[in-house]
Nanobody, 137 residues
Framework: EVQLQASGGGLVQVGGSLRLSCAASGFSFDDYIVGWFRQAPEKEREGVSCFSSSDGKTYYADSVKGRFTISSDPAENTVYLQMNFLKPEDTAVYYC??????????????????????????????WGRGTLVTVSS
């Protein structure tokens, strides 16, 4: 059975850090792009960061550049998102996804948007349950 398990969320104060984990079972991350997306209450889903297993490329939303770092541990089949200098606006449910597709992956990963001509189109995608991150001020 294919599963993605996201974990590591919690309550943290402004300026604090958390590390999210996305562990896969039933398949390997090889040749997948693994991304973190988030959705705050009453807001649309947005892209946070992605890691391309095939070439090691990483993508970040402008709002998290310099604060978040995505990495992969192939031996553990896990992708991590290290989040530092957290802000209240980072509060959201964070989801991880493993996907394959074609198109503008950088835009998809940094915005979460794929509803426009020429957008990234997935032909395989797996999603895990979210993990809640709450940043208190």
């Amino acid at each position: 059975e294919v599963q993605l398990q996201a974990s590591g969320g919690g309550l943290v104060q402004v300026g604090g850090s958390l590390r999210l984990s996305c562990a896969a079972s039933g398949f390997s991350f090889d040749d997948y792009i693994v991304g973190w997306f988030r959705q705050a209450p009453e807001k649309e889903r947005e892209g946070v960061s992605c890691f391309s297993s095939s070439d090691g490329k990483t993508y970040y939303a402008d709002s998290v550049k310099g604060r978040f770092t995505i990495s992969s541990d192939p031996a553990e089949n896990t992708v991590y998102l290290q989040m530092n200098f957290l802000k209240p606006e980072d509060t959201a449910v964070y989801y991880c996804s493993a996907f394959k597709g074609y198109g503008q992956v950088s835009v998809y990963c940094s915005t979460g948007s794929n509803a426009y001509p020429g957008a990234y189109t997935t032909y395989v995608d797996y999603w895990g349950r979210g993990t809640l991150v709450t940043v208190s001020s």
